[in-house]
């Protein structure tokens, strides 16, 4: 079935520092990758849409200079949080979409839990 | 705005009986509907899914309804077993939009 490797699992930074999300479909090729965000006990949230080869979406609210997200294959997404603050610590979440969405089974990464200290 | 809603919190059901989690939605383009199984500092797993020309899809102990009239659906898990265990989150989406609209996520606990 369609996997979805997303790393690092959990990565600690310093606050003003950048961290980046990489998250790669290992055996299917990604048309849309979704990066989403959850805090403690709430819902999935979308922040972008990204498609290869072009800009991101960004869902409204979301800072696109400061959630930098880049498709540049049909397997991997990167999504940079710079100038990092302790508000920005969540849990990040990408899913991926291929050219077969016939089940919108949309497969997702195991997450990120960032920590900003 | 919460288009998506998952009004309990949390469910505790005994293990072989039936789980019945409930999800509303306010979106009436909403035409594809989805269940996800969370564990904690993990990502979701895709359970089932639901057309909106559909008003029920079964996948062996999952069930879900789609009441497109009360904008309601539920998914059926039966029998629970203590594996079924974990945050569950109804899903939504908009005319082959793909983006995903969450509720708020129900934790399951299955008793032995």
């Known amino acids: 079935g369609a996997v979805v490797s997303q790393h690092p699992s959990r990565v600690i930074c310093k606050s003003g520092t950048s961290v980046k999300i990489e998250c790669r479909s290992l055996?299917?090729?990604?048309?849309?990758m979704f990066w989403y965000r959850q805090f403690p006990k709430q819902s999935l949230m979308l922040m972008a849409t990204s498609n290869e080869g072009s800009k991101a979406t960004y869902e409204q609210g979301v800072e696109k200079d400061k959630f930098l997200i880049n498709h540049a294959s049909l397997t991997l997404s990167t999504l940079t949080v710079t100038s990092a603050h302790p508000e920005d610590s969540s849990f990040y979440i990408c899913s991926a979409s291929g050219k077969d969405t016939s089940n919108y089974g949309y497969t997702f990464g195991s997450g990120t839990r960032l920590t900003v200290v | 705005d919460q288009q998506v809603k998952q009004n309990s919190p949390s469910l505790s059901v005994q293990e072989g009986r039936i789980s019945i989690l409930n999800c509303d939605y306010t979106n009436s383009m909403f035409d594809y509907f989805l269940w996800y199984k969370k564990y904690p500092a993990e990502g979701p797993t895709f359970l089932i899914s639901i057309s909106s020309i559909k008003d029920k899809n079964e996948d062996g102990r999952f069930t879900v309804f789609l009441n497109k009239s009360a904008k309601h659906l539920s998914l059926h898990i039966v029998p629970s077993q203590p594996g079924d265990s974990a945050v569950y989150f109804c899903?939504?989406?908009?005319?082959?939009?793909?983006?995903?609209?969450f509720g708020q996520g129900t934790r399951l606990t299955i008793n032995p």
């Open positions: 899903a939504a989406s908009e005319g082959g939009a793909q983006k995903l609209v």
């Open positions: 055996d299917f090729q990604a048309t849309t």
